[in-house]
């Protein structure tokens, strides 16, 4: 089944209907107790994403469920068109309570800059950042690139984690973020898609309902 689609903003507009759309969703799937509590974990660390991209940012938010031979596979999609004529935007809102643009830290932070950075993309700091992130962050571009990716255009969880374990201790600080991040510990994969006119995360948990 797949939920309405709602809309969230940069301002947490639209959060606690997401969060509520979860709650039916998870009511819907008889996703009891503590797999209920992970889920809506999820969800909170998936709108939290979109806070303080840009101003007036804007992004299309659901649930999706299907029945596979692993279970009760869960997604939660947040999805953004990427505007023609983006103004870019001078002033970035920091997450962070410290005051410190601490943005890029941890998996749901650098997902975040992620986004912010391909939905503007007009500047040449913006050109340069989707540059070293198709060969760094999505491992495409090159052949030695530290992380693998499912394809040219899209990042797996489930890859990175597989590259750090083998490399950790040249990566010590990463593998440390990974380990700490909730979305690390609870999503079973998150993927990352950069299109032509959009980019989408997704991210995936299998329950046993």
Request: with cysteine; glycine share 6%; charged share 30%.
């Amino acid at each position: 089944m797949k939920t309405d689609v709602i809309t969230v903003y940069s301002d947490l507009r639209g959060r606690e209907e997401a969060m509520d759309t979860a709650e039916r969703f998870a009511a819907y799937n008889s996703i009891k107790g503590k797999d209920a509590m992970h889920l809506r974990l999820l969800t909170e660390e998936t709108i939290c994403m979109v806070h303080g991209i840009l101003d007036n940012f804007r992004a299309e938010f659901w649930l999706e469920s299907e029945q596979t031979k692993h279970g009760l596979l869960c997604k939660i999609c947040l999805s953004a068109d990427k505007q023609a004529n983006r103004i870019q935007e001078k002033h970035i809102l920091s997450v962070s309570t410290s005051g410190r643009n601490e943005n890029a830290r941890g998996i749901g932070g650098r997902i975040r800059e992620l986004l912010r950075h391909s939905l503007q993309a007009e500047s040449a700091e913006d050109e340069q950042f989707l540059s070293s992130v198709n060969d760094v962050f999505l491992g495409a571009g090159t052949g030695s690139a530290p992380i693998a990716a499912v394809s040219a255009n899209c990042w797996s969880l489930s890859a990175y984690k597989q590259n750090l374990s083998e490399d950790k201790e040249s990566k010590s600080e990463e593998w440390d973020e990974l380990e700490k991040s909730i979305i690390s510990k609870l999503a079973d994969e998150v993927k990352v898609w950069l299109e032509s006119d959009r980019t989408q995360v997704v991210i995936e948990r299998y329950f046993n309902v």
